[in-house]
């Protein structure tokens, strides 16, 4: 991998760094621990902020004529306004950041399947929602990898959390250099990763890199990260990577006997069904790219698009959904 600047990650202060949680623990987390040596941290605890102190009495997210409130049963005020002002600040105060780690199912930090109460009162029904503080990362920042710990104890999702980072991170330094050499390098190196994730955002993505109507760097470039964005915005599914793959198989396919194709072919069908995970399939063909020199494949991100260090299959077995 090309040496890069050190992702900028914004991560929920009670996973491990301070004991701020509302009853005055932390919750020490074990990939938030093993990333700190890979990404720079800025830690945050939005309800800490706003003045709730530390042990504070719980506070719950509440639908109360149509509008989502941030409310303290105890002591039955509200906290919306201050949530949201200091979010709105926060946010605009982060000169870089490439993403954001967060408490799952708290009523500020919590990304997806946070209680909602539909009333006050202790005996009200719940759906499902987001925290406050979390939809505005969300709406400020779409484009960026945001996650909460619990969901990323699911491999796949981890991985991709990992790879959206690692990818956004070299976006901002392609930005840095303002120019249109870099762009098109970025979006060269990260051919089959694309391909592998949304073809059709890929298609996008190369028309607007080879800028026909001639626009500047800057006119561009936003455009550009809003359909990276959106190339990645989902988990990819088995049969684009195996498609992405077929691709690179066919550089050097020819030169393979029967059985080697047999073989590779079979890495596949294996991680198809699950057996294997994607690792297998991505050495089997970097090992022939090296073997046969294909310069231009040996420079794609797609085989490694974040530090192997960082590279670990354990799993809670538990699929979720990954869209935000």
């Known amino acids: 991998m090309q040496k890069l600047?050190?992702?900028?990650?914004?991560?929920s202060k009670c996973l491990g760094f301070s004991e701020c949680r509302y009853n005055g623990q932390t919750i020490p987390d074990k990939f938030v621990n093993k990333l700190k040596d890979y990404v720079e941290y800025?830690?945050?605890?939005?309800?800490v902020e706003i003045g709730l102190g530390v042990p504070r009495n719980p506070i719950r997210l509440v639908l109360e004529n149509d509008e989502i409130i941030l409310y303290q049963p105890a002591t039955e005020k509200e906290f919306t306004k201050e949530m949201i002002e200091f979010s709105a600040s926060f946010l605009d105060s982060l000169e870089e950041v490439d993403g954001f780690i967060l408490k799952g199912r708290s009523p500020s930090c919590g990304i997806k399947d946070v209680k909602v109460y539909l009333g006050k009162d202790k005996a009200?029904?719940?759906?499902?929602?987001?925290?406050?503080f979390a939809a505005e990362v969300v709406k400020k920042y779409p484009c960026l990898a945001i996650e909460e710990e619990g969901r990323l104890t699911n491999f796949r999702i981890r991985e991709h959390f990992l790879t959206k980072l690692y990818l956004m991170t070299k976006l901002r330094q392609v930005k840095k250099t303002k120019t249109m050499a870099a762009l098109v390098k970025f979006q060269a190196e990260?051919?089959?990763?694309?391909?592998?994730?949304?073809?059709?955002?890929?298609?996008?993505?190369?028309?607007?890199?080879a800028n026909h109507e001639k626009r500047s760097f800057d006119e561009l470039f936003d455009d550009y990260r809003n359909h990276l964005g959106a190339a990645f915005s989902k988990l990819p599914k088995y049969t684009n990577y195996i498609n992405a793959l077929?691709?690179?198989?066919?550089?050097?396919?020819?030169?393979?006997?029967?059985e080697e194709k047999k073989f590779v072919l079979g890495t596949f069908e294996k991680y198809k069904k699950g057996l294997i995970p994607l690792s297998v399939p991505i050495n089997v063909l970097?090992?022939?790219?090296?073997?046969?020199?294909?310069?231009?494949?040996?420079?794609?991100?797609i085989w490694e698009p974040f530090p192997q260090e960082l590279m670990d299959i354990s799993d809670t077995g538990k699929m979720e959904n990954l869209s935000v």
């Open 124 to 132: 009200s029904g719940s759906i499902k929602g987001i925290g406050i």
């Open 286 to 301: 970097e090992t022939y790219a090296i073997k046969y020199e294909q310069t231009y494949l040996l420079e794609q991100s």
């Open 42 to 47: 800025k830690t945050v605890c939005a309800e």
């Open 5 to 11: 600047d050190l992702p900028q990650v914004v991560v």
């Open 246 to 258: 077929t691709h690179i198989f066919g550089y050097f396919s020819e030169n393979l006997s029967a």
């Open 190 to 209: 990260n051919k089959y990763l694309l391909m592998a994730y949304n073809q059709k955002e890929q298609k996008i993505l190369g028309r607007i890199v």
